[in-house]
């Protein structure tokens, strides 16, 4: 609405009457459309103030905040003294009085924040003048937040043992209510509860959380159901989906075991620790997406166990995973012999004091700069087996016994040279017998 100037002290007093009450018609109108910009007078002795601006805010959740600006201008030859705004609740002002000149327009913020869900309408009163005021009717709603529950996902099972595993879980979003704790929860019956074993994560999660439990104190040859949950502070329980896996049942044959998560080459079952030489370094490269793998150079690096491992006629498994693209390289060593598995020119091959074969090449199979799952097995029998993620790829009528100090990522040759494997390797395991194909493949599926 667009309204001229008048001077006031040329116009009689019954003239005046009639204009503001043509004025408060006008604003009147105005209050029932409150959602368009608007314009109020407010009459001062020299002229008019102009109030232009949205007087109303719409609807906004409990204590967010919705802001409008509102312009005051002077029109007439005085400065008018604003002594201040009355704001009702809910609102709020960045500016409360002033003197506001005919050539500087007064801009005001005006921020609506409510307390509670409730429609806010109510007179923003203006002081000026000689204790003069005038009203401004403010609206705005207040809207009860949105309550969403939290979401959680149970990942797979990896690592397992005879008597532990680890579990993955990620808190997908947090939703609105508060977060007491999180983790895991397992049994060897369906769908367990924090009543069962569980794991506890006190820290505050995020939306995309992923954590990791330890799950130990298990018995060997049993079927476990794990799922995530998540408790909140009201006491409610949210529960992830469910997933099932099997304990070992080699608790007397798995010999060693080192899943490097603690920067070290220690064995988790015995004491085939072993010892990191020549600056073998750690990183967080792991197979898993998580925890630790060591890695080796290529150039001195390897492990040495402390005391031999005897793995006889009977037969035996070493399985790990590696990430390469070295063509030559030790996997396992006898420290102070020739016998061993390693590579040459892009093959895999077994060789002792006497002899060696180079028959199955790699190149397309693990030398990819991929993770891999390598297994060597002897059987009772006297024949070697390799296998990559699970599938076995070559069988040889030759093998090895070994009563030796093994070594990890090094391996001397008949004719004396030393061959250092460049790679990162992680989760080593030794068995005093020949894995079954399944057993194998079952280890590469859970990325054990």
């Not at 204790?131 to 996902?153: A, C, D, H, R």
């Not at 977060?179 to 999660?205: D, L, M, Q, R």
């Amino acid at each position: 609405m667009e309204v001229k100037s008048m001077k006031i002290n040329n116009i009689s007093m019954k003239k005046v009457r009639i204009i503001y009450c043509l004025l408060i018609l006008v604003f009147t109108s105005c209050k029932d459309k409150n959602s368009e910009p608007v314009e109020q007078l407010l009459f001062n002795t020299n002229g008019y103030i102009k109030i232009t601006g949205n007087l109303a805010l719409g609807e906004v959740y409990i204590g967010d905040t919705a802001n409008t600006e509102l312009e005051l201008t002077v029109t007439g030859d005085s400065s008018v003294n604003i002594n201040g705004f009355t704001l009702p609740e809910g609102f709020y002002s960045n500016w409360s009085s002033g003197i506001v000149s005919p050539s500087t327009p007064q801009k005001v913020l005006i921020s609506f924040i409510p307390n509670e869900a409730k429609i806010f309408d109510a007179e923003m009163t203006v002081n000026y003048g000689n204790n003069k005021k005038y009203g401004l009717v403010l609206k705005g709603t207040g809207l009860e937040v949105p309550q969403f529950q939290p979401t959680i996902s149970t990942g797979l099972v990896t690592n397992i043992t005879n008597y532990k595993a680890s579990t993955m879980g990620e808190v997908l979003s947090i939703g609105t209510y508060p977060i007491a704790s999180y983790g895991h929860c397992w049994a060897t019956t369906n769908e367990p509860t924090i009543a069962n074993a569980k794991s506890v994560f006190s820290s505050t999660p995020v939306n995309n959380t992923k954590f990791v439990s330890e799950i130990s104190g298990l018995s060997q040859s049993a079927n476990y159901k794990v799922r995530t949950y998540i408790l909140l502070q009201n006491g409610m329980v949210i529960y992830g989906n469910q997933v099932t896996f099997s304990t070992e049942t080699l608790s007397n044959n798995l010999l060693a075991f080192y899943r490097f998560d603690d920067g070290t080459a220690k064995d988790e079952l015995n004491n085939y620790n072993g010892t990191m030489k020549n600056g073998v370094s750690v990183n967080t490269d792991s197979h898993l997406g998580f925890g630790n793998a060591l890695n080796l150079d290529g150039i001195d690096d390897y492990i040495l166990v402390n005391q031999p491992i005897v793995l006889t006629s009977q037969g035996y498994t070493m399985n790990f995973w590696i990430k390469t693209t070295d063509r030559d390289g030790g996997f396992v060593g006898a420290e102070g012999s020739n016998y061993g598995f390693c590579m040459a020119n892009g093959k895999l091959g077994i060789t002792d004091s006497a002899q060696w074969q180079f028959n199955y090449t790699l190149d397309n199979t693990l030398l990819d700069g991929n993770w891999h799952m390598l297994t060597f097995t002897r059987t009772s029998g006297g024949y070697s087996r390799y296998y990559i993620d699970g599938v076995n790829m070559e069988t040889e009528n030759f093998s090895l016994i070994f009563n030796h100090q093994l070594t990890f990522g090094k391996f001397k040759s008949i004719s004396s040279p030393l061959f250092y494997l460049k790679a990162n390797i992680d989760n080593l395991r030794i068995y005093g017998e020949s894995l079954s194909g399944t057993s194998i493949s079952r280890l590469f599926q859970t990325k054990s």
